[in-house]
């Protein structure tokens, strides 16, 4: 059982950032995979980015360029660096684990690009 714990989301204005932390319960170091996916109002989960064990990334075309996912084992945190948002970043943003067959998700963090 992994458990894992989101924040930094929040108001921004566009062309601000804002960097999303999500703290799991126990070692990442060898996780598969982690990331984030967002949903927003009336639309599907969709997938953000992620980081694969080794260290390789994939990210939405809607955000290459701008957002970054990184890891800190010594903390077992993963973080999204968001920048240049946009109002179309809006949206409940989830972390996720996959591990051993099962992929557990966080409660979720709103972040809100307005002015």
């Known amino acids: 059982q992994v458990q894992l714990v989101e924040s930094g989301g929040g108001l921004v204005q566009p062309g601000g950032s804002l960097r999303l932390s999500c703290a799991a319960s126990?070692?990442?170091?060898?996780?598969?995979?982690m990331g984030w996916y967002r949903q927003a109002p009336g639309k599907q989960r969709e997938l953000v980015a992620r980081?694969?064990?080794?260290?390789?990334?994939n990210y939405a075309d809607s955000v290459k360029g701008r957002f970054t996912i990184s890891v800190d084992n010594a903390k077992n945190t993963v973080y999204l660096h968001m920048n240049s948002l946009k109002p179309e970043d809006t949206a409940v943003y989830y972390c996720?684990?996959?591990?051993?067959?099962?992929?557990?998700w966080g409660q979720g963090t709103q972040v809100t690009v307005s002015s």
């Open positions: 980081i694969m064990w080794g260290g390789s990334t």
């Open positions: 126990g070692s990442i170091s060898s996780m598969p995979a």
């Open positions: 996720y684990a996959f591990l051993a067959g099962s992929i557990y």
